[in-house]
T-cell receptor, first 112, second 113 residues
Framework: NAGVTQTPKFQVLKTGQSMTLQCAQDMNHEYMSWYRQDPGMGLRLIHYSVGAGITDQGEVPNGYNVSRSTTEDFPLRLLSAAPSQTSVYFC???????????FGEGSRLTVL | QKEVEQDPGPLSVPEGAIVSLNCTYSNSAFQYFMWYRQYSRKGPELLMYTYSSGNKEDGRFTAQVDKSSKYISLFIRDSQPSDSATYLC?????????????FGKGTLLTVNP
């Protein structure tokens, strides 16, 4: 089972460039979220979605946009990359408001 | 005060040792207490969870919750090198208000052969 798939796994950007991190899930889960993980900071919630067409901000949303046009896909857009956005990004999905959160393998982003 | 506090370690133990990992939390509304395990360069995976106070055992792992002191523990008996990972606690509210799931910062554990 694929579960949650993230692409790309690695990316290097220059300051000011934009890009989209892709996330797809095949579990038909309504809830999806994006986290970033930095040394000493743990996992921090960027944006989340409780279903197609519904998104909301998490703890650190600035500089990121999301959309949810289908249940399966939840892309994360960096509008104008900054070195502070160098991080490992994880997409996750869950069936309902409680229960197990299924994570992707992560996308490692470096902004020069 | 942060909602979840976890000592980041790192923690290094010899094989066979008993390991104790701990978190404290501040929100009395938390009802589910989860532990995720994250291997190097991988995404976190659910290890086990408990509901409300008490203990839950799964093989060599025991999760313990004391809601009166807002203290969460994970014990690993007979630790193995394969247990080397980062362990993250994640308390949750119940019901439909649980969308902003918060994690502890994680404790990096190394079990030496």
């Amino acid at each position: 089972n694929a579960g949650v798939t993230q692409t790309p796994k690695f990316q290097v950007l220059k300051t000011g460039q934009s890009m989209t991190l892709q996330c797809a899930q095949d579990m038909n889960h309504e809830y999806m979220s994006w986290y970033r993980q930095d040394p000493g900071m743990g996992l921090r919630l960027i944006h989340y979605s409780v279903g197609a067409g519904i998104t909301d901000q998490g703890e650190v949303p600035n500089g990121y946009n999301v959309s949810r046009s289908t249940t399966e896909d939840f892309p994360l857009r960096l509008l104008s990359a900054a070195p502070s956005q160098t991080s490992v990004y994880f997409c996750a999905a869950r069936q309902g408001p409680t229960g197990e959160l299924f994570f992707g393998e992560g996308s490692r982003l470096t902004v020069l | 005060q942060k909602e979840v506090e976890q000592d980041p370690g790192p923690l290094s133990v010899p094989e066979g040792a008993i390991v104790s990992l701990n978190c404290t939390y501040s929100n009395s509304a938390f009802q589910y207490f989860m532990w995720y395990r994250q291997y190097s360069r991988k995404g976190p995976e659910l290890l086990m969870y408990t509901y409300s106070s008490g203990n839950k055992e799964d093989g060599r792992f025991t999760a313990q919750v004391d809601k009166s002191s807002k203290y969460i523990s994970l014990f690993i008996r007979d630790s193995q090198p394969s247990d080397s990972a980062t362990y993250l606690c994640a308390p949750q509210r119940g019901g439909g208000s649980n969308y902003k799931l918060t994690f502890g910062k994680g404790t990096l554990l190394t079990v030496n052969p």
